[in-house]
T-cell receptor, first 112, second 111 residues
Framework: DQQVKQNSPSLSVQEGRISILNCDYT??????FLWYKKYPAEGPTFLIS?????DKNEDGRFTVFLNKSAKHLSLHIVPSQPGDSAVYFC???????????FGTGTRLTVIP | SQTIHQWPATLVQPVGSPLSLECTVE??????LYWYRQAAGRGLQLLFY??????ISSEVPQNLSASRPQDRQFILSSKKLLLSDSGFYLC??????????FGSGTRLTVV
């Protein structure tokens, strides 16, 4: 059962425009959410996170929004750069869980 | 600082051969350790996790096994590889489940 879902397997955006990556979850116990970025043949690297007590967290060009009532979060990248081209994984966890629950990933391509 | 080492980076193995992938962590004690697999076109699938020496939990029935002989060492093994075992294997560690650090991964191709 996929508790974290990324329904868009791919996304293409022009350089300089906004990239919006979406993630939905089903488990209401999740209270911490993370985004990871993965280049081919490399391990994922942590990008940004948000706790359920907040609805927005910003770090430079990256902003994560959390809508708890809709069980939805999104990652905004502004402005998008060609180096942002990668697979982005959404992940979620809750206190006491032994692992993170990952989405299936969205491949972002930023077109120069 | 904490680092995680995973090797080999790439591996091509024939069907029916054994497998051993190793992962070690430095700079932390008693980490939670994880093995994930990313199969082609799919997300990250948790295979095993360990909260301590000799403690292994399996998430998905499969042809693989894991062992944790030391606090900071996690090994993924198979006695006989199948074609379906091909994929990108990732080791990760965390102190709490809220943040993972991943290794650089091993691309396994079973031929």
């Amino acid at each position: 059962d996929q508790q974290v879902k990324q329904n868009s397997p791919s996304l293409s955006v022009q350089e300089g425009r906004i990239s919006i990556l979406n993630c939905d979850y089903t488990n209401s116990m999740f209270d911490y959410f993370l985004w990871y970025k993965k280049y081919p043949a490399e391990g994922p690297t942590f990008l940004i996170s948000i706790s359920s007590i907040k609805d927005k967290n910003e770090d430079g060009r990256f902003t994560v929004f959390l809508n708890k009532s809709a069980k939805h979060l999104s990652l905004h990248i502004v402005p998008s750069q060609p180096g942002d081209s990668a697979v982005y994984f959404c992940a979620a966890s809750y206190l006491g869980a032994n692992n993170l629950f990952f989405g299936t990933g969205t491949r972002l391509t930023v077109i120069p | 600082s904490q680092t995680i080492h995973q090797w080999p980076a790439t591996l091509v193995q024939p069907v029916g051969s054994p497998l051993s992938l190793e992962c070690t962590v430095e700079g932390t004690s008693n980490p939670n350790l994880y093995w994930y697999r990313q199969a082609a076109g799919r997300g990250l699938q948790l295979l095993f996790y360990s909260v301590g020496i000799g403690q292994i939990s399996s998430e998905v029935p499969q042809n693989l096994s894991a062992s944790r002989p030391q606090d900071r060492q996690f090994i993924l093994s198979s006695k006989k590889l199948l074609l379906s075992d091909s994929g990108f294997y990732l080791c990760a560690w965390s102190v709490l489940s809220y943040g993972y650090t991943f290794g650089s991964g091993t691309r396994l191709t079973v031929v």
